[in-house]
């Protein structure tokens, strides 16, 4: 049965940098059938997808947060993981990880709620 | 960046309804769509993948049809379980992007 796991802290300064990361079980991150997402939902705003590494470590992002985001993987640990830097309020909101088989998030996680409050 | 346009923002509905929603891409995606149900406090998950087909386990009411710019996700016959925001998602290029959702209530 594949599963997801968000970790990590749930409040944040302003300004300082948020490290997250999806645990996988069921599935491992070395397949080359997937790919590994970050997801998110502002405060009070719809889905906005965060970026994804595959395997390979190859990585793509948001247009809007790429200037902050670092998504890595580590096949030991089997986990993926999100940084985000710089952060302010409006990246309060619900984090999610999912798994992405090409078309689309098959499996998510059940999220994680990150505040960014001094 | 591929854009989505869902519509209606927002819409009111009885049990047994046939509910329809519209997804718009700012360019052509062939059939590279997928609609998912995301309910406070739940992930999302996901009911259609690539325009038309259902998700493992999800109920037939629900049926996605368009390719091009202009997909559909149609509820047959609404649900209590239904009640949620929908929103679409394309994957045929990068960055993905989310339609802005489209909420799903009670009338």
């Known amino acids: 049965q594949v599963q997801l796991q968000e970790s990590g802290p749930g409040l944040v300064k ?56 670092t998504i890595s993987v580590d096949p030991v640990k089997n986990q993926f993981s999100l ?36 | 960046d591929i854009q989505l346009t869902q519509s209606p923002v927002s819409l009111s509905a009885s049990i047994g309804d046939r509910v329809i929603i519209t997804c718009r891409a700012s360019q052509g995606i062939r059939n590279d769509l997928g609609w ?4 406070p406090g739940k992930a999302p998950r996901r009911l259609i993948y690539a325009a038309s087909n259902l998700h493992s386990g999800v109920p037939s009411r629900f049926a996605g049809s368009g390719s091009g710019t202009e ?25 993905l992007t989310f339609g802005g959702g489209t909420k799903v209530d009670l009338k």
Do not use: M
């Open chain 1, 14 to 69: 302003p300004s300082q940098t948020l490290y997250l990361t999806c645990s996988l079980s069921g599935v491992i991150t070395r397949s080359g059938s997937y790919y590994w997402s970050w997801i998110r939902q502002p405060a009070g705003k719809g889905l906005e997808w965060i970026g994804r590494i595959y395997t390979t470590g190859d990585t793509k992002y948001s247009s809007s947060l790429k200037s902050r985001v």
């Open chain 2, 71 to 95: 997909f559909t996700l149609t509820i047959s016959s609404l649900q209590p379980d239904d009640f949620a925001t929908y929103y679409c998602l394309q994957h045929n290029s990068y960055p």
């Open chain 2, 36 to 39: 998912y149900q995301h309910k």
């Open chain 1, 83 to 118: 940084k985000l830097t710089s952060v302010t309020a409006a990246d309060t909101g619900v984090y999610y990880c999912a798994r992405d088989d090409k078309v689309g998030f098959d499996h998510w996680g059940q999220g994680i709620l990150v505040t960014v409050s001094a």
